[in-house]
């Protein structure tokens, strides 16, 4: 069983999985006390489903792009449990989990998730030739300007989408932006407990010791 922990931005999340079904998945707005609510969340979940830290064999945490704060709380849990419960542990970027579940058809993607001061961390993704998706180019950090000077052809906006982004790149991009709805654009924990899984049973795990989160930019700036 792996836990998954996503304290990434001020929306915060767990999920315990299984490799066969999510046995619980919880997201919620924490703002900034994610240090408050996340470990009576773990323990929560634990006794809602009836297991134990003793009952697991993996944790993933989610990397970022996000926030100095909420990332170092995330990682610091994931390592705890990692070194406690001597498992391994999986790192996965917090756009990755953003986009995966919109990986179908053939509409290129832009995940998307606030930065603070006015700018926002945004990947692209799209399939190959041959129908896999692919990130496109590197993490990156910028204005909804900067974000809309890249968009040539259609493409669906997911994750942390504000009304006041909508409206931008609607009068920007007219009929080339396209949005979802509120539950779509919900970060899953879950996704991001698949992702590691994936790369668990692979054998494709990071070291506690050197695991770091993503920043784009350094505190203060």
Not at 80 to 101: E, H, N, S
Not at 177 to 193: D, E, Q, S
Request: charged fraction near 20%.
């Amino acid at each position: 069983m792996l836990l998954a922990i996503d304290t990434a931005t001020q929306y915060a999340g767990i999920a315990l999985y299984t490799g066969e079904e999510v046995l619980l998945e919880m997201t919620w707005r924490a703002g900034r006390h994610h240090t408050r609510q996340v470990p009576p969340a773990i323990e929560e979940a634990f006794r809602r489903t009836g297991t134990a830290p003793t009952d697991l064999t993996g944790v993933a945490v989610a990397l970022g792009p996000g926030s100095f704060t909420g990332l170092r709380i995330g990682l610091s849990l994931a390592k705890g449990f990692a070194v406690a419960c001597d498992i391994p542990i999986v790192g996965v970027p917090t756009l990755d989990v953003t986009a995966r579940p919109h990986f179908h058809g053939s509409t290129p993607l832009c995940a998307v998730l606030q930065a603070g001061r006015g700018r926002l961390a945004f990947a692209f993704y799209a399939p190959d030739e041959s129908g896999t998706w692919q990130r496109q180019g590197d993490y990156r950090l910028g204005s909804p300007e900067d974000v809309a000077a890249l968009v040539a052809e259609p493409t669906r906006f997911v994750g942390e989408v504000t009304a006041r982004e909508r409206e931008r790149w609607r009068a920007r991009l007219a009929d080339l932006a396209r949005f979802l709805t509120p539950a779509l654009n919900v970060r899953r924990p879950g996704v991001l407990a698949e992702l590691a899984w994936e790369r668990l049973q692979a054998g494709d795990t990071d070291d506690p010791a050197t695991l770091a989160p993503i920043y784009l930019h350094v505190p203060g700036s």
